[in-house]
């Protein structure tokens, strides 16, 4: 039999290949990486297409997190193993350019395309060897026909018009689209158990992963909104890839009144190995927060002592609220849907700046008051969002300087 498939390799200089949901300061270079084109003039071999599947396995791959903080979420990706032409592919939708313009700015607004690459199966292994983690493969319990329409699904999202896509953390990620791919390529309908009882948020299922960082915790908590705190349904979980492997090992597909299970296997192709944890800031925001809290009631007592008030201090304390607001505020206009409101604004936002060059000149202002009202609704607004660790203390010590501005 004509063996089905023609290799097209694409050699780069530097290649690109990263995994999804990675902001690495140093980027993966691996000379000789190559890119799979699968030719779509193979599908006009309907028949002899299908036959050729008999050789292949499918496996939903899943890649254990590891201690970068770029890796703290998982992988997964795709495999095509021909065990008869030795063809083994991994196929990944978290391929990127981080040399392209504003791409970390594109990335905070949503705005950050990523695509499917296609690498050698030796080289993916070797990336998530290399750094401790785990790769999981779940072998899929497919038949010929349904490898048929993955493959031509394949050859369609790899050609060049298609294979790239406006990513988005929550809602299309490198978990979503091989599960996507897959359910579309099935003749029936793969079922789900589902998990009673277990309804955690956006947010909740973030913090799990960043448990063991915390300023990573806080950085996530302060950009996401009240959105981020809403119930999860399961198939929303799956954005994780450790609840899509969850949810594929209890999966069932239905078709013409019969069920099958949809992983046939599972194995680990790559044993967890040795991780490094890299520290983090010696402080955690909670004790920033409280020194920032015990630095504000010596302030206070001293100025209680001496009836005035320190406009330096003041001046500091209303830059930097208004910087973060400023942050605050342009995530409003992301199109990360979990950013778009953010109760935390209520109280960090641009307005102190428009009243800073009276409290610079000693003026009286009206911002103390304001700043007092602000802080009761963000107070209010906490029942209904997650605020960031620490951030209420943070909120505490503005209230002090409103309160001594009030007695003077």
């Known amino acids: 039999m004509k063996k089905i498939g023609i ?17 690495r300061k140093d980027f993966c270079t691996f000379l000789g990486i190559i890119l799979m084109i699968l030719p779509l003039k193979a599908a006009a071999q309907d028949s002899l297409l299908t036959n050729a599947m008999d050789s292949v396995e499918v496996s939903l791959l899943t890649c254990s997190p590891h201690e970068e903080i770029y890796s703290l979420y998982g992988h997964t990706a795709l495999r095509w193993h021909d065990l008869r032409t030795q063809e083994d592919l991994a196929f990944n939708w978290g391929v990127f350019n981080f040399k392209k313009p504003y791409f970390v700015l594109r990335f905070v607004f949503g705005l950050t395309d990523y695509e499917l690459g296609a690498v050698p199966m030796k080289y993916f292994m070797e990336e998530y060897r290399q750094v401790g983690s785990s790769v999981t493969e779940q072998i899929l319990n497919l038949t010929a026909e349904e490898k048929r329409n993955l493959y031509l699904a394949l050859v369609k999202n790899l050609q060049p018009e298609n294979r790239i896509y406006r990513y988005n953390y929550f809602y299309d990620n490198c978990s979503t689209r091989p599960r996507d791919i897959i359910e579309q390529s099935i003749n029936g309908k793969v079922e789900y158990a589902e998990k009673e009882g277990f309804t955690p948020s956006y ?80 402080f955690t925001p909670s004790e920033c927060a409280y020194a920032l809290l015990l630095l504000s009631l010596v302030i206070l007592f001293i100025e209680w002592r001496k009836k005035t008030t320190f406009r330096v201090w003041d001046t500091l304390l209303m830059t930097v609220q208004g910087l973060v607001g ?67 203390i943070v909120a505490l010590c503005l209230l002090l300087r409103s309160a001594i501005h009030f007695k003077n």
């Open 7 to 23: 290799k097209r390799f694409l050699l780069q200089n530097i290649s690109y290949f990263c995994i999804v949901k990675h902001l």
């Open 326 to 392: 400023s942050v605050l505020f342009v995530m409003l206009f992301s199109q990360h849907p979990t950013t778009s409101t953010n109760l935390q604004l209520l109280l960090f936002n641009p307005l102190p700046f428009f009243f800073l060059p009276a409290v610079i000149r000693g003026r009286s202002t009206r911002w103390w008051i304001l700043q007092a009202a602000l802080f009761t609704l963000f107070m209010i607004g906490s029942l209904f969002q997650s605020y960031a660790e620490g951030m209420i």
């Open 203 to 282: 947010r909740d299922m973030v913090r799990v992963c960043t448990r063991n960082h915390p300023w990573a915790t806080f950085g996530n908590d302060i950009l996401l909104g009240v959105r981020a705190d809403f119930a999860t349904d399961r198939r929303q979980q799956e954005f994780l890839p450790d609840h899509l492997l969850y949810d594929f090992d209890r999966a069932q597909i239905y078709t013409d009144g019969e069920y099958r299970p949809l992983v046939k296997e599972r194995r680990t192709i790559v044993p967890a190995g040795v991780q490094v944890i890299e520290p983090d800031f010696l």
